[in-house]
């Protein structure tokens, strides 16, 4: 199953940044999702197959948009 991600969301992953930083902001979407270290503000893109093994749990998550809300979809929130 494919997992929920919105621009705007704020995650933990597995391992913290080099910066010592672990809190990450989700910035694009796509086959690969770009992200944002919140310490340190470097960008990195993490495979989409790779970042949803690596996130660890959500701080907040980002608004929900009519592009995010699609016909047959259920939303859980």
């Known amino acids: 199953m494919v ?15 080099p910066c010592g930083g672990s809190e990450w902001r989700v910035e694009r ?3 690969d999702i770009g992200l944002l270290c919140l310490k340190c503000k470097r960008r990195v893109l993490l495979e989409r197959s790779i970042f949803e093994r690596r996130v660890k749990t959500f701080v907040s998550r980002g608004e929900l948009t009519a592009e995010d809300v699609r016909p047959g979809w259920v939303n859980l929130e």
């Open 29 to 31: 979407l796509g086959a």
């Open 3 to 17: 997992m929920d991600i919105r621009l705007g969301d704020v995650v933990v992953l597995r391992k913290s940044h």
